[in-house]
């Protein structure tokens, strides 16, 4: 089992960058993978991006170019950075990881977007 928690975020004026971060409660190395969701009010979780082990990403289409995902073994974190940011990005962001065929998730970043 593994424990999610993230952090960072909050709201910025149109344009600025964010960063978020998820820290795992064990090595995320054993992880499959780890994502990053969000859900805006009214509509559904959404697919952000996602980071396996062997470092291999996907973006959303809405978020190609202008988000990176990346992963620290030694901190058991993920980031998501947010460049560019744009109202329909505001949303709470979720982290989630998956192993073993269980998937797991933290409880959410809120208020994270642009103003």
């Known amino acids: 089992q593994v424990q999610l928690v993230e952090s960072g975020g909050g709201l910025v004026p149109a344009g600025g960058s964010l960063r978020l971060s998820c820290a795992a409660s064990k090595n995320i190395f054993s992880l499959n993978a780890m994502y990053w969701y969000r859900q805006a009010p009214g509509k559904q979780r959404e697919l952000v991006a996602v980071?396996?082990?062997?470092?291999?990403?996907h973006f959303a289409d809405s978020v190609k170019g202008l988000f990176t995902i990346s992963r620290d073994n030694a901190k058991n974190t993920v980031d998501l950075q947010m460049h560019s940011l744009k109202a329909e990005d505001t949303a709470v962001y979720y982290c989630s990881a998956t192993e073993l065929g269980y998937e797991y998730w933290g409880q959410g970043n809120q208020g994270t977007g642009s103003s």
């Open positions: 980071i396996t082990v062997g470092d291999n990403t």
